[in-house]
């Protein structure tokens, strides 16, 4: 067998000289672009720039292009009176467009997508438009857990339509609960099912929270009504004292069962006692409803089966039926 020698000085003098120096990159990038773009107030809330629709154009906000992925700044300019900004000479590759927010000079407004990616080519201009809103979507329990008079953004499926209480209002739903919206247009014409973003503001109508001045916007679309969740009347009424109007179950779709239901002689004729044995709530035909549900509807000595919203009003939990098969009469246990 042939032997092999080794010497080291040999092996360290070729390593070091293949360390000497890092080897060049491939290309040096060269030349540069341009980047431009838009800054406006999406008032109707669709994502576009719409004027008719109450969108305006914002000056005088901050722009800064980044690092991808980092705070390191690379140009910074400020929108002027149409709301448009632009860089002159940023190197090609893919940025962070970064929208600073001052509250002295947007107010409230929020920026939900920030910063804004934008890819830049040599000897080429790029654009963007982005938009300020009033909120970002969040959890309804997070958006009622905000404080009166605060700007929110919620999306959710419509539990009770226009129509159903009033012409002008609606329930919606997502996982972490419920909410009704106040002052919906007419022309909104939201029906049971309809998957919808809702900015408005968050208000409170006799310690039921609410969204005030809402604005539906219009990437509607459709979806399965959520189940409603199974309460026993007392379960209500011990969560509603120790919540209150936060309780999580206030504005959710609920059903009670077994319950009898006592006569309706209080709340202009439209509320009555619901018991299944552990507890009393009362039970609400609410605006619209006392005409498809007629209080001849109950039988004080039978038991029923009742889906509704869960309502709040004074500090008292309220179940509101909405339509005729929300009421089911069932042999009593």
């Not at 590759?93 to 407004?109: A, E, I």
């Not at 226009?162 to 972490?176: C, K, L």
């Not at 919906?184 to 409170?204: K, R, Y």
Request: proline share 6%; charged share 20%; aromatic share 6%.
């Amino acid at each position: 067998m042939r032997a092999f020698h080794f010497f080291p000085s040999l092996v360290l003098g070729l390593f070091l000289g293949a360390c000497a120096e890092d080897p060049a990159p491939p290309f040096d990038v060269e030349g540069s672009g341009r980047l431009t773009g838009r800054l406006f107030f999406d008032a109707d809330n669709n994502g576009q720039f719409t004027p008719l629709g109450g969108d305006t154009l914002l000056r005088n906000v901050e722009v800064e292009v980044r690092e991808r992925g980092s705070a390191v700044v690379i140009d910074e300019t400020t929108t002027d009176a149409n709301g448009a900004f632009e860089f002159g000479a940023v190197p090609p590759g893919t940025h962070d467009v970064f929208l600073v927010r001052d509250p002295d000079v947007t107010g409230t407004l929020v920026f939900c997508v920030n910063p804004v990616r934008a890819s830049v080519y040599r000897d080429e201009t790029a654009f963007i438009s982005a938009a300020a809103k009033r909120g970002c979507v969040v959890r309804i329990n997070i958006a009622e857990a905000d404080t009166l008079n605060a700007p929110v953004t919620v999306a959710g499926i419509v539990t009770a339509a226009q129509g159903t209480y009033r012409s002008d209002n609606v329930y919606i739903q997502d996982p972490t609960g419920g909410i009704l919206a106040f002052g919906i247009p007419g022309a909104a014409a939201l029906v049971l099912g309809d998957s919808v973003e809702i900015s408005g503001v968050l208000a409170q109508f006799n310690g039921e929270l609410q969204i005030n001045s809402p604005i539906v916007a219009p990437n509607r679309g459709s979806a399965t009504v959520p189940a409603a969740a199974e309460r026993t009347t007392g379960a209500i009424a011990a969560a509603v004292a120790a919540g209150g109007a936060k309780t999580p179950d206030v504005g959710r779709l609920l059903v009670i069962r077994d319950v009898h239901v006592g006569a309706f002689t209080s709340g202009g004729g439209r509320n009555a006692v619901a018991d299944d044995g552990s507890g009393a709530i009362e039970v609400r035909l609410d605006g619209n409803v006392i005409n498809a549900i007629p209080t001849t509807r109950f039988n004080q000595a039978s038991c029923y089966d009742i889906i509704g919203v869960l309502g709040f009003f004074n500090g008292a939990p309220q179940l509101k039926p909405r339509i005729p098969t929300d009421v089911t009469e069932v042999t009593c246990p």
